[in-house]
């Protein structure tokens, strides 16, 4: 039933913004907390943001702490990744993620995942 899509992706400057969307036609997101998570080749996959179902509650890696921000929108059952100045080494494959339990933070521990959407910073 849960069947996470992202979109959003695509190619921008050095500098520039995007805003990349997780949405679900099965089930209602906002009972799960939200992660987002990137993989650039030949790297680790990274844990970028989450946001918890319990409280509203954020997390942000060091590597994107101030320049990303993660929210919702429950009428719209979605939620979003807007990403600003960003810089070639944010070009990844961007993966959406829901975890049931709803707490999300560093050790968010997904239950389900989207198959992601390439974002790709390049002048």
């Known amino acids: 039933q849960v069947q996470l899509v992202e979109s959003g992706g695509g190619l921008v400057q050095p500098g520039g913004s995007l805003r990349l969307s997780c949405a679900d036609s099965?089930?209602?997101?906002?009972?799960?907390?939200i992660g987002w998570f990137r993989q650039a080749p030949g790297k680790e996959r990274e844990g970028i943001s989450s946001i918890s179902s319990i409280d509203g509650s954020t997390y942000y890696a060091d590597s994107v702490k101030g320049r990303f921000t993660i929210s919702r929108d429950n009428a719209k059952n979605t939620v979003y990744l807007q990403m600003n100045s960003l810089k070639p080494e944010d070009t990844a494959v961007y993966y959406c993620a829901a975890e049931l339990a709803g707490f999300g933070g560093p050790d968010f521990a997904p239950d389900y995942w989207g198959k992601g959407t390439l974002v790709t910073v390049s002048s």
């Open positions: 099965g089930v209602t997101l906002e009972y799960f907390a």
